[in-house]
Nanobody
Framework: QVQLVESGGRLVQAGGSLTLSCAASGRTFGSLAMAWFRQAPGKERDFVAGIRLSDAVTYYADSVKGRFTISKHITSNTVYLQMNSLKSEDTAVYYC????????????????WGKGTQVTVSS
């Protein structure tokens, strides 16, 4: 399995920006599809953005398209989520996830998860 550690979550004002990082170790990095999910209290864990590491093809939820960008570091086993124009509804625990190379947007398809990092957007 892949071990994942998220970092970068903090309190930020609406309209601000924040970048999250996910460091991966264990399984061959290039064989993975990785994604960011988020979960607010009392809500389901929702897909945010994904990337297939072999070709860097990216996928986004409609709610974040144009505001968030997922990317990977050129040399290290790290994936980023650049978050711009943040809204109060972006407040959630953000989780990094990984699965074999075929990309999906369903949380149940991902078998490796980080512990999450809290992002709080103030109004």
């Amino acid at each position: 399995q892949v071990q994942l550690v998220e970092s970068g979550g903090r309190l930020v004002q609406a309209g601000g920006s924040l970048t999250l990082s996910c460091a991966a170790s264990g399984r061959t990095f290039g064989s993975l599809a990785m994604a960011w999910f988020r979960q607010a209290p009392g809500k389901e864990r929702d897909f945010v953005a994904g990337i297939r590491l072999s070709d860097a093809v990216t996928y986004y939820a409609d709610s974040v398209k144009g505001r968030f960008t997922i990317s990977k570091h050129i040399t290290s086993n790290t994936v980023y989520l650049q978050m711009n124009s943040l809204k109060s509804e972006d407040t959630a625990v953000y989780y990094c996830a990984a699965r074999p190379n075929i990309p999906t947007t369903s949380a149940s398809d991902f078998g490796s998860w980080g512990k999450g990092t809290q992002v709080t957007v103030s109004s």
